[in-house]
């Protein structure tokens, strides 16, 4: 079945970098862009940005330029979202999702990032 | 940047009845907007896209309807697991923007 599988919770310092893992299986990887979504703690959806699994191009939020990176390997049919200078507002729940005919139809269970010092 | 406002914040509904959840956009997105349900510790769940075409699985007591710039999700028999936070989404343009949200909640 089609599923997208998320490395797993992370804990981090303020200034530090994470790198979030999203493994697709059931379909094929290179058909289907992928977003990233996070959702701080009792708050709502927040888009980050959108990658094309086929090529490696990407477009980020205004917000997150700079500070995130999204890349892809299709080998392993993963990609992978890096947040930098990570502070106490980017602690959330971050999801990758496959866009099929414009909604995100599948998700990944979410990885929850916490920036502590 | 699109602007994506839900109404209302919380909307309290007894089951069975019928319950209407407004999303609007701030400027026109035509028909690229997707509606989505999600319960506490879980990620969220597509219901419809392209305004009004329900996703794989999703029963038919969920309607979506709307164009440019208004938007409605009606679930026409609330159950008792269709009490959630319901998202809305525009795909007119990067980036693309969600709503805050509608707390569906049991009266």
């Known amino acids: 079945q089609v599923q997208l599988v998320q490395s797993g919770a992370e804990v981090k310092k303020p200034g530090a970098s994470v790198k979030v893992s999203c493994k697709a299986s059931?379909?094929?990887?290179?058909?289907?862009?992928m977003h990233w979504v996070r959702q701080a703690p009792g708050q709502g959806l927040e888009w980050m940005g959108i990658?094309?699994?086929?090529?490696?191009?990407?477009s980020y939020a205004q917000k997150f330029q700079g500070r995130v990176t999204m890349t892809r390997d299709t080998s392993t049919s993963t990609v992978y979202m890096e947040l930098s200078s990570l502070r106490s507002e980017d602690t959330a729940v971050y999801y990758c999702?496959?866009?099929?005919?414009?909604?995100?139809?599948?998700w990944g269970q979410g990885t929850t990032v916490t920036v502590s010092s | 940047e699109i602007v994506m406002t839900q109404s209302p914040a919380t909307l309290s509904v007894s089951p069975g009845e019928r319950a209407t959840l407004s999303c609007r956009a701030s400027q026109s997105v035509s028909s690229n907007l997707a509606w989505y349900q999600q319960k506490p510790g879980q990620a969220p769940r597509l219901l419809i896209y392209?305004?009004?075409t329900r996703a794989t699985g999703i029963p038919a007591r969920f309607s979506g309807s709307g164009s440019g710039t208004e938007f409605t999700l009606t679930i026409s028999s609330l159950q008792s697991e269709d009490f959630a936070v319901y998202y809305c989404q525009q795909y007119n343009n990067w980036p693309y923007s969600f709503g805050q949200g509608t707390k569906l909640e049991i009266k």
């Open positions: 999702a496959r866009v099929a005919l414009g909604g995100m139809d599948v």
């Open positions: 059931g379909y094929t990887f290179t058909s289907y862009y």
């Open positions: 990658i094309n699994p086929s090529g490696g191009s990407t």
């Open positions: 392209g305004a009004s």
